[in-house]
């Protein structure tokens, strides 16, 4: 996975990785290697928060408590993934977990909540621990299925 250095030098290098990870979900079924090769990934379609155009993120996933979270740490980078700000603006998605798709709404967990759904996911995940502690709050977003009549 591109470091958060090397995206700031390059930006086309995180567009190139994500780019091979999407190929290799849908490759597979969604089961991916590399980095992801221990996590549970899902592929994410955002809208463009400015451009309006669709954006496919390859993210890691974690369910508590039956619920879909995803996490937007960046490596602990001082700033939040672009997709933050795009699931701030335009809060329906796509989200395709192994051959499931399917609509959803991201809805940004804040306060208390999230900082209790946040430590439970780093007990999870343990390597979220270990990146860069950035000034900014690591926000936390829930997944949750459209309702097919809504």
Not at 6 to 30: H, K, M, W, Y
Request: aromatic share 6%; net charge negative.
């Amino acid at each position: 996975m591109p470091t958060h250095a090397e995206t700031q030098a390059n930006p086309r290098v995180l567009e190139d990785f994500n780019s091979a990870v999407i190929e290799e979900f849908r490759a597979t079924g969604g089961k991916v290697g590399g980095p992801f090769a221990d996590s549970a990934v899902l592929l994410l379609t955002t809208t463009g928060a400015r451009s309006g155009q669709q954006r496919q993120t390859p993210l890691e996933y974690f369910t508590v408590d039956d619920r879909i979270l995803i996490v937007g740490t960046r490596g602990g980078a001082p700033q939040n993934p672009a997709w933050v700000h795009n699931l701030r603006a335009h809060p329906a998605v796509r989200v395709e977990i192994g051959t499931d798709a399917y609509d959803a709404v991201a809805l940004e967990i804040t306060g208390a909540e999230r900082d209790d759904v946040f430590a439970r996911i780093v007990d999870i995940c343990p390597r979220i621990d270990t990146y860069p502690k950035p000034a900014r709050i690591i926000p936390v977003f829930e997944l949750r299925r459209a309702c097919p009549h809504s």
